[in-house]
């Protein structure tokens, strides 16, 4: 038998429906394949075999009386930052080691009950605080892709580096991820996978360990446009658990793919280039471009003025946010405790030794900028300046249907690389955190390789709700870019 862990999720179901292999087979396969390779990659925090095994047999049974739903016998990788029902859920933190969540985040329910099955839970920076997966209080993630030449680890990205690296690694069919600031398109463009976030509010923020909630998208990792798609339909959907949620119809975004670019208008926002800009990176943009001409679409330049503000204004909200978020692990209701000499050193001396200094640094700043007498003049003024960016992304959408920029100012980078020098960091994030910012939806496609052979992403960003037009424009994309390369397997 092929090896199945190589199929793309669409081909693994149609596989499935035909009687290919069976759900346990499939299953079995991504199982061992995970085993192996985590030694090597440190994508999960914790391998969930039984969980998959559980969820395959209950989709042969399915599957053999013709009752298959939409992700029947699919094994999928979650971030650890989704609470499962009974299975330790750590957001990468010591904070939460030992958390066993009672409840079910209501994406991983969504997922699960249109029968998709847990391969494990997937590495991440602590509280998706990152970049690069670094922050992770537990593994060192690695992308499965290697400069030529080299045998220098590399990072995934992040924060959702453990989910990108699995796809990329064919450790499972696809995966979730959460976007606050880039954390699903910046890793998918660095191991060459498909990221999506949606509008905002658009999948359901209950049960996702809090970051910044006003910026927090939860959305999919995938092997392809099409299988981002088949997830992203699934994942979607009204809930009352989150009050932030869209009471909107989601509408079959695979179909949306069909509808070509012909007619539509691409937008090139003229303050995303940058002298500093790497060639490769600047040249796959043009390329992008013609690729997108060449299909009929219509290339104008429209105008973004606030996009320098956007990096300031987010590491000011998110941070503000977080801190507040972040008030709640205290060592009386979750995970770690340190014992003090009364309540307040038991908070101190917990947080101390639960929160890496990545999540410090963060909650240092967000109880600055919301402090008295330092409120107006950062917090406020951030919320201001998000507005205006809100209102750019508004005014742009007036001239174009879609925007085409860069996902990432580079390739995958190394380890340690940028782990001493926050600022270069946070600026991973550059092309990203606008559109958390403005809410609107966001995808990363993987476009071509650098000169040393590292995937390098594309990103579109469309309207609020606009993800049928995201799709349509990633499908073609894809199909211009012919991205087929995968990462050698030395691990
Ligand atoms: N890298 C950004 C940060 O560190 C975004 C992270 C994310 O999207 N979760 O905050």
């Known amino acids: 038998m092929a090896d ?235 809930d009352p658990n989150d009050a932030t949620s869209l009471d909107v119809e989601i509408p079959d975004y695979a179909a949306a793919m069909g509808k070509g670019v012909k007619g539509l208008r691409i937008g090139l926002p003229k303050e995303y280039v940058s002298d500093g800009m790497p060639e490769a990176i600047s040249d796959l943009w043009k390329t992008g471009a013609d690729w997108l001409k060449g299909q009929g679409a219509e290339i104008v330049e429209v105008s973004l003025p606030h996009t320098k503000y956007a990096l300031p204004c987010y590491y000011i909200i998110a941070p503000a946010e977080a801190s507040s978020n972040l008030a709640r692990y205290d060592g009386m209701r979750y995970g770690l405790r340190v014992d003090g000499e009364g309540l307040v050193p038991t908070y101190e001396e917990t947080r101390a030794a639960g929160f890496g200094p990545e999540v410090q640094r963060r909650v240092m700043i967000g109880t600055y900028v919301l402090s008295a007498g330092y409120y107006d003049a950062y917090y406020l003024r951030a919320q201001k300046v998000r507005r205006k960016i809100a209102d750019d992304f508004a005014k742009a959408f007036e001239q174009c249907d879609v925007l085409l920029t860069p996902a990432t100012p580079s390739g995958a980078f190394a380890l340690g690389e940028k782990t001493d020098d926050p600022v270069s960091m946070y600026l991973n994030d550059i092309f990203t955190v606008t559109a958390n910012l403005a809410g609107v939806p966001a995808m990363s496609v993987p476009a071509g390789l650098s000169a040393d052979g590292l995937p390098l992403g594309l990103q579109l960003i469309a309207p609020p709700l606009g993800e049928q037009t995201l799709f349509a424009a990633g499908a073609a994309l894809e199909e211009a870019a012919g991205f087929t390369a995968k990462p050698e397997r030395w691990w």
């Open 4 to 238: 199945l862990s190589a199929l793309t999720l669409d081909a693994a179901l149609t596989g499935l429906r035909n009687k290919d292999f069976s759900a346990k087979e499939l299953a079995e396969s991504h199982i061992a394949t995970a085993e192996s390779a985590n030694a090597s990659l440190g994508c999960f925090l914790k391998l969930t075999p039984d969980h998959a095994l559980k969820a395959a047999a209950e989709s042969d049974a399915r599957l053999a009386k013709g009752e298959a739903r939409p992700l029947e016998g699919a094994p999928l990788a979650i971030k650890d930052l989704f609470c499962t029902e009974g299975v330790e859920t750590t957001a990468s933190s010591k904070i939460l080691e030992g958390f066993k969540p009672p409840y079910e985040s209501t994406v991983t329910r969504r997922l699960f009950g249109a029968g998709a099955a847990m391969v494990g839970k997937t590495s991440l920076d602590e509280f998706a605080m990152g970049s690069s997966t670094e922050t992770c209080a537990y593994s060192k993630t690695v992308n499965p892709w290697r400069a030529n030449g080299s045998n220098a680890a590399l990072t995934p990205g992040g924060s959702s580096g453990g989910s990108a690296s699995a796809v990329a690694a064919d450790l499972c069919l696809g995966a979730t991820g959460t976007d606050t600031g880039g954390s699903i398109r910046q890793p998918a463009a660095l191991t060459g996978t498909v990221g999506v976030k949606g509008t905002y509010g658009l999948c359901s923020r209950f049960g996702v360990v809090a970051f910044a909630s006003s910026l927090d998208h939860p959305g999919p990792i995938a092997k392809t446009v099409k299988d981002a798609a088949l997830l992203l339909g699934v994942m979607a959907g009204h």
